[in-house]
């Protein structure tokens, strides 16, 4: 009888514990609000990349442990016309509880709903998505080398400026993109400079893809 009561304890103490831990895997995320920091990720971001940037909302879950973005924009530089050089609705990064552990950030993978990419060249200029202030990407920028980057439903519009600096005609532009990308190397795209290679992977889908003379 004995044994038999303490076993039942047992699973009692075991039960509670697995209710207990159950909740704080709900509870403990809504404590920490990443958004809180969001004015902060926000002056860094501008920073480095010499534009406005807008990010509507951060969270963070655990399982996996992983930073979401809402509402995500990079606008043009003041030479430009009023716009965006990227938008994207959702960003999901999942992120190494190793390099966590050793205070360290390292995004496993990234995954981008909708994002919208307007390139635009200024004939007297560089292209908007530049930032020729950046010399030195490769030693601020902390993220580095993503194993998988995923991109569901993007888009892609690229154009040119008038002499004007007024907005231009369109020369190519692709729709309901989807593709893979691995080892997608942030150093090689922030800084030109950098002899890396940017990335790799497979193209799903391209919709609607075309290109314009003139």
């Known amino acids: 009888m004995f044994l038999t009561m303490r076993h039942k304890l047992i699973l009692i103490v075991i039960g509670l514990t697995a209710v207990l831990l159950l909740a704080l895997l709900f509870v403990v995320p809504a404590l920490i609000n990443v958004d809180h920091y969001r004015p902060q990720v926000i002056s860094y971001l501008q920073i480095k ?33 009023s716009g965006y050089v990227v938008q994207v609705a959702r960003i999901d990064a999942e992120l190494s509880v190793g390099a966590l552990l050793h205070r360290q950030v390292v995004v496993k993978s990234l995954v ?33 080398v993503i194993s998988l980057v995923q991109i569901k439903q993007g888009e892609l519009v690229a154009s040119n400026l008038l002499p004007s600096d007024a907005a231009g005609p369109v020369f190519f532009e692709a729709h309901e993109i989807f593709c893979d990308l691995e080892q997608v190397n942030l150093v090689g795209i922030i800084n030109p400079s ?16 075309s290109a314009r003379s003139g």
């Open 112 to 144: 981008l709903e909708h994002p919208i990419l307007n390139m635009t060249s200024d004939p007297d200029g560089p292209w908007n998505f530049e930032n020729p202030q950046a010399k030195d990407a490769q030693s601020t920028f902390p993220l580095g």
């Open 49 to 81: 990349t010499g534009k406005k940037v807008e990010v509507g909302r951060l969270a963070l879950t655990f399982f996996p442990v992983a930073i979401h973005i809402d509402n995500f924009g990079v606008r043009n530089p003041p030479i430009f016309p």
């Open 194 to 209: 950098s002899s890396s290679m940017d990335g790799q992977g497979s193209l799903r889908r391209v919709f609607c893809a």
